[in-house]
């Protein structure tokens, strides 16, 4: 039997920061099952399902309830962060195959590009019992894009930030802190495809052991569409899908420049 479920869910809290809104769902099966890198396709319940389900990370577990991070960009988004306490929305997973664990003992730099934040905070619930030693490169457009991360802050995690318009941590891009980034550290990359192909560059000119999880479009989110496909470096191997042989990959087994 297939460990994803298919369920209606009740939202039992909200929290919204910027234009990122963080929808708590009542969720047994997912919380009990999921692993840290893992997204579930969500949706609207008919009859206002008019749209497709999108792959939204699995941001937090609390007990029986499944967090998760949406950031207000288009149809879905807008609808689900309009939605309210009680309402109920359609879930399947959890899906994909989640980050590798194994850190060996190193310390951990997770690199986010705006909503690329979310998984992270799973992932560092995950690694808690393995090091205290995890810092947070996160970027944004602005102040507003990066108010999520208060999650890190509780976490005891460092945070290093970058801002396009300056007006929080460093000027430019998330990208532009890495430079002191030594191969004894394991890193987790998240966000958009520019940011992800950079730090793929980067590592693997350092032999930097380095996980990306991509969040390119996805319409089924199970295998069937083929919509999710991505390059292998050997042209001889078959493309990825990244919903079921991902979202997570080693910096060494996808092309992303092709
Ligand atoms: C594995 C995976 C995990 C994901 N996890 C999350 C998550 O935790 N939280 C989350 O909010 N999204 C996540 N996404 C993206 C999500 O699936 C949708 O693509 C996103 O919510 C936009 O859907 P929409 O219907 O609101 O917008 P659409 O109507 O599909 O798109 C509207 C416009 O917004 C653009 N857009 C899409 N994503 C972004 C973005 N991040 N920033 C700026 N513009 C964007 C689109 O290119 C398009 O131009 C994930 C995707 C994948 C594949
Ligand atoms: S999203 Fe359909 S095959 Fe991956």
């Known amino acids: 039997m297939s460990d994803k479920v298919f369920r209606t869910c009740p939202i039992t809290r909200l929290e919204r920061f910027g234009r990122e809104t963080v929808l708590w769902i009542q969720a047994p099966d997912i919380a009990a099952k999921a692993v840290a890198g893992q997204f579930v396709m969500v949706g609207l319940p008919r009859p206002r399902a008019n749209f497709l389900k999108r792959a939204i990370s699995i941001h937090a577990i609390d007990g029986a309830e499944v967090a998760l991070a949406v950031?207000?960009?288009?149809?879905?988004?807008?609808?689900?962060?309009?939605?309210?306490?009680?309402?109920?929305?359609?879930?399947?997973?959890?899906?994909?195959?989640g980050f590798d664990l194994d850190i060996q003992g190193r310390?951990?730099?997770?690199?986010?590009?705006?909503?690329?934040?979310?998984?992270?905070?799973?992932?560092?619930?995950?690694?808690?019992?393995?090091?205290?030693?995890?810092?947070?490169?996160?970027?944004?457009?602005?102040?507003?894009?990066?108010?999520?991360?208060?999650?890190?802050?509780?976490?005891?995690?460092?945070?290093?930030?970058?801002?396009?318009?300056?007006?929080?941590?460093?000027?430019?891009?998330?990208?532009?802190?890495?430079?002191?980034?030594?191969?004894?550290?394991?890193?987790?990359?998240?966000?958009?495809?520019?940011?992800?192909?950079?730090?793929?560059?980067?590592?693997l000119a350092r032999a930097i052991p380095c996980q990306l999880s991509l969040e390119g479009k996805m319409a089924c989110g199970v295998g069937v569409c083929l919509g999710c496909t991505c390059a292998r470096p050997d042209p001889t191997e078959a493309y990825a899908k990244v919903c079921t042989d991902g979202p997570v990959f080693w910096a060494e087994e996808v092309k992303l420049d092709g």
Request: aromatic share 4%; with cysteine; net charge negative.
């Open 107 to 203: 310390p951990v730099a997770m690199v986010a590009g705006g909503i690329g934040h979310a998984p992270f905070r799973f992932l560092a619930a995950a690694l808690a019992d393995q090091t205290k030693d995890i810092t947070l490169y996160a970027g944004g457009r602005d102040r507003a894009a990066l108010s999520g991360l208060g999650w890190a802050d509780k976490m005891g995690l460092k945070t290093v930030l970058a801002s396009e318009d300056g007006s929080i941590g460093q000027g430019g891009y998330v990208t532009d802190l890495l430079g002191d980034l030594s191969p004894a550290t394991q890193v987790y990359v998240c966000g958009p495809l520019p940011m992800l192909r950079s730090v793929q560059a980067l590592a």
């Open 71 to 97: 950031l207000t960009v288009g149809d879905v988004s807008v609808a689900l962060s309009r939605l309210t306490v009680g309402d109920p929305v359609e879930v399947i997973g959890p899906l994909g195959n």
